[in-house]
């Protein structure tokens, strides 16, 4: 196919783009009505942070989404927003822009191809079936082109494949390697028989958890689809405030956005609350993906001993077990999560940088990091939780 005859074009709003021809780029697994490998790149979930004004003016996530056509159909789309700073990407660049600007650069506005405020993996070239190699170059370059026509400092693909870093890659761009804590699924029957993996010490240190989290004096309920209601959403949403002031100083969701969650999203989503004494005292929001479980957000207006391990680490694997899912993604940092079955995990990004001097400092650190990253994750595993005769199995 000519190149030639593809046209990009930057839509401001997902207003201007049918939800339908958005999907059959960003999850075509999902045409036959099941779900998608993740709902963060579905119109519903991306239209749902507009609509609420969780980004948008103000909030200095500014949507510019990119679409590519061939002969007037729709083949590929993303993500992409052009960022006044560097808050709610979790793949960290502020040492970059300190040390451009401190050399008399601009580094912001930039162009960020994500999911805003979700450090959860996913394609961010969404391509319709048939059209992968056009369409992910298409997008590519039309992002790069646009960035270098309105002299804006840099492009960032963040949380993208593994196969999309080393497709970016092989266009130019500059791979990142981060890391994770993931849990693995080894077909375990239950999770007794994921506690039977790990190490003696291991294994009791988590029984002890579970019972010391179940003595808080209430119930957890696990609550998807029709069973969430507009009251869950208000108990979580004061969870929600509580921990964003904590880490960010302000909460990045909007309220509006749990409302448009109840509308659109609740059956991509698993809310798990603690309830005592009639009053929800703590929750962990997931989202479901068709493998992978994503842990999200937690939070609580009282304290109990263990109960964030327990809504957030053990029940999600609980879950991923009785639906044969493949995977527990835990979000972001948290070494703390190694002792409770999450392992260390290669993440992925790519970075196009316009400044030919200071793209080459950044290719300098990126290698001296991955090298660094890589001896992390083995020490890591090896101070993992599994049985010796588990983890080579694993490996």
């Known amino acids: 196919m000519d190149q030639a005859q593809i046209e990009v074009q930057v839509r401001a709003t997902l207003a201007d783009v049918d939800p339908g021809e958005w999907d059959a780029c960003a999850c075509p697994e999902a045409a036959d009505g099941g779900r998608p490998m993740d709902p963060f790149t579905t119109h519903r979930f991306l239209s749902a942070l507009e609509d609420s004004g969780s980004v948008g003016r103000g909030t200095g996530w500014q949507p510019q989404y990119l679409t590519a056509f061939l002969d007037g159909v729709m083949i590929a789309v993303a993500p992409m927003y052009v960022k006044s700073h560097s808050q709610g990407e979790y793949i960290f660049d502020h040492n970059w822009a300190h040390a451009y600007e401190g050399a008399g650069g601009r580094y912001y506005p930039k162009l960020q191809i994500a999911v805003p405020f979700t450090p959860a993996t996913g394609r961010r070239f969404l391509v319709r079936e048939g059209y992968d190699g056009i369409g992910q170059s298409a997008l590519v370059q039309g992002a790069v082109q646009l960035a270098s026509d309105n002299g804006v400092s840099s492009v960032h693909v963040t949380f993208c494949t593994e196969a999309e870093a080393d497709m970016g890659e092989e266009m130019g761009l500059m791979p990142r390697m981060t890391q994770q804590f993931h849990w693995l699924n080894h077909d375990y029957a239950d999770f007794d028989g994921f506690l039977a993996s790990l190490s003696s ?59 448009l969650a109840q509308e659109r999203l609740r059956d991509d ?47 999600a694997i609980d879950f991923a077990i009785a639906q044969g899912m493949k995977r527990v993604e835990a979000g972001a940092q948290g070494e703390h999560k190694l002792a409770r079955g999450y392992l260390p995990t290669q993440t992925h990004s790519l970075h196009w940088v316009g400044d030919p001097g200071f793209a080459k400092a950044i290719a300098r650190y990126l290698d001296a990091e991955r090298t660094a990253i890589e001896e992390e994750i083995e020490i890591l595993t090896d101070y993992g939780p599994f049985r010796k005769a588990q983890v080579e199995e694993q490996e």
């Open 269 to 315: 989503i698993l809310l798990a609350l603690a309830e005592r004494d009639g009053h929800y005292v703590a929750g962990a929001l997931n989202f479901i993906g068709r493998e992978t479980l994503y842990g999200r957000y937690w939070g609580c207006v009282e304290h109990h001993p263990c109960l964030h391990f327990e809504l957030c680490y053990y029940r």
């Open 201 to 259: 010490r291991k294994r009791k240190n988590i029984r002890k958890e579970r019972r010391q989290a179940s003595d808080f004096g209430g119930r957890i309920v696990m609550l998807t689809g029709d069973d969430i209601r507009p009251e869950h959403w208000d108990a979580f949403w004061r969870f929600y405030q509580d921990t964003g002031a904590r880490k960010w100083g302000s909460p990045y969701l909007t309220r509006a956005f749990f409302d």
